[in-house]
């Protein structure tokens, strides 16, 4: 089992910048990707950034320039700068990690952070 923990959520005006952190405990060492999801009000939760064990990361289009996901592998933490915020980014963040056992893929996810762009 894999335990995430989720940070850094608040509101802020459009333009402005927040930084979420997601801590992974438990049996980290088969995860093999981890990224940030997201759910606005009424739609469906939806991709926004993963990064690899090798540090490769991808984006939602909509993200691209603005956003940028990082980890230290050392605090088991995965990170999301998000800069130049609109209002549009407002939705429940969520943590994901992907790991491989035994042949079976595991998706785990946190509870979920609140970030609200908003004048």
């Known amino acids: 089992q894999v335990q995430l923990v989720e940070s850094g959520g608040g509101s802020v005006q459009p333009g402005g910048s927040l930084r979420l952190s997601c801590a992974a405990s438990?049996?980290?060492?088969?995860?093999?990707?981890m990224g940030w999801y997201r759910q606005p009000p009424g739609k469906q939760r939806e991709l926004v950034a993963t990064?690899?064990?090798?540090?490769?990361?991808a984006y939602a289009d909509s993200v691209k320039g603005r956003f940028t996901i990082s980890r230290d592998n050392g605090k088991n933490t995965v990170y999301l700068q998000m800069s130049s915020l609109k209002p549009e980014d407002t939705a429940v963040y969520y943590c994901?990690?992907?790991?491989?056992?035994?042949?079976?893929?595991?998706?785990?996810w946190g509870q979920g952070t609140q970030v609200t762009v908003s004048s």
């Open positions: 438990g049996s980290i060492f088969n995860i093999f990707v």
């Open positions: 994901n990690a992907r790991s491989i056992f035994g042949g079976k893929l595991n998706d785990y």
């Open positions: 990064i690899t064990t090798s540090v490769t990361a």
